[in-house]
């Protein structure tokens, strides 16, 4: 296959941890004779430097005429403590998210065997968790209408779904839920926010297009909470936007570090592959970041194109590198830490 991806390494960590998915994605394509055309473009606080746009129209047509994007990470801590920034990398990446239509956030969370003492949580809660979280990505208060008022003293964030939005986000729960353990979560808040109501309702009347599916409706206090008690209750859950942000870091901590959780998202064509976690930019430049969650997701991309031999070479030689010890200093405690490079270089020579 000849697969045209678009590169965006972002900020931060974001350039060492892409290295190292395209070394091992490289393997990969020599090993299953597939052809990678990589096709590099800027985007957040790199592209604010180089032309002042975090998104450049440049960038949004290398990804539309790509087949896939793979995506590091963006943020720098310059705009972090300057509340007037007018320009933010984080602007960039939800433009890119709007422009290229990827309505679907989806975040898997396991465990790893060799890791599970790693975990703060106790072994027996989180062994043999499998759960998928499909965040919606599109709409809701991140998108909704924000402003000052009386004279900047007042501020507000609104959140708006259309019943449209809350359909098609469903539908990819539903049948994401057939092909897995055929148990879906709705989390909302419909005891408080019309908006939740409204995803509550529309979820109940999709309900008898998947009658193999069993649905259950949980507001997301309890989910925050019953989510590091009792993880493996869970399969698939879908909810709106913020609340998908937060649950989905919390969700992290399950399997031991935010350096090894892989993301997809996806939408009407095409998909863009992300680690979960941030552009850490204390590590930036040192070459100590986890890579392991940049290629997992280039695993989840090999799975976008049906290349699930790929996708499990990948996942295969990751279990290896960590129950070899070959991994970077958040999960080396005490034991020889290896270099965000050397892991990669491990990885791509194994496979
Ligand atoms: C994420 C991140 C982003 C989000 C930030 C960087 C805007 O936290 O992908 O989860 O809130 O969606
Ligand atoms: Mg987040």
Redesign the pocket.
């Known amino acids: 296959m000849k697969l045209n991806i678009a590169l965006l390494a972002g900020d931060g960590i974001g350039p060492e941890v892409i290295d190292q998915a395209v070394k091992v994605c490289d393997a990969i394509a020599t090993k299953f004779n597939h052809e990678i055309n990589w096709r590099p473009a800027l985007t957040g606080a790199a592209a604010i430097d180089a032309v002042g746009d975090p998104y450049p129209d440049d960038t949004h047509e290398i990804c539309e005429t790509s087949d896939a994007v793979l995506f590091g990470?963006?943020?720098h801590p310059k705009y972090d403590n300057d509340p007037s920034a007018k320009v933010r990398?984080?602007q960039g990446?939800?433009r890119m998210?709007q422009k290229l239509g990827l309505f679907a956030?989806v975040r898997p969370t396991f465990t790893f065997p060799s890791l599970i003492d790693k975990s703060p949580l106790k072994k027996e809660r989180i062994e043999g968790t499998d759960l998928v979280f499909l965040?919606e990505?599109t709409g809701g208060i991140?998108f909704g209408k924000r402003g000052r008022e009386d004279n900047g003293d007042t501020a507000y964030d609104t959140c708006t779904y259309t019943r449209k939005e809350v359909q098609r986000l469903a539908k990819k729960g539903f049948e994401m839920a057939q092909k897995r353990s055929k148990r879906l979560c709705c989390v909302d808040k419909a005891n408080v926010l019309e908006t939740s109501r409204l995803w509550r309702e529309t979820v109940q009347a999709m309900e008898k297009d998947y009658p193999d599916v069993e649905v259950s409706y949980e507001f997301v206090d309890a989910v925050a909470m019953r989510l590091v008690q009792w993880p493996s209750e869970y399969d698939v859950l879908i909810t709106e936007?913020?609340f998908?942000?937060i649950l989905?870091?919390e969700a992290s901590v399950i399997s031991g570090s935010m350096g090894l959780m892989p993301?997809a998202s996806i939408g009407e064509s095409i998909a863009l592959y992300?680690p979960?976690h941030?552009?850490y930019p204390q590590a930036a430049g040192k070459d100590i970041a986890n890579p392991l969650a940049t290629v997992l997701s280039a695993a989840m991309l090999f799975d976008g194109f049906n290349l699930s031999d790929e996708a499990e070479a990948i996942r295969k030689v990751v279990n290896e590198s960590l129950s070899e010890g070959i991994v970077t200093e958040d999960l080396a405690e005490g034991e020889k830490a290896y270099k965000t490079s050397e892991v990669g270089d491990w990885l791509a020579s194994h496979i």
Do not use: K, V
Request: proline share 4%; charged share 25%; aromatic share 4%.
């Open positions: 990470a963006i943020g990398p984080e990446l939800l998210r956030n965040r990505l991140y936007n913020l998908g942000d989905t870091d993301s992300e979960i941030g552009s």
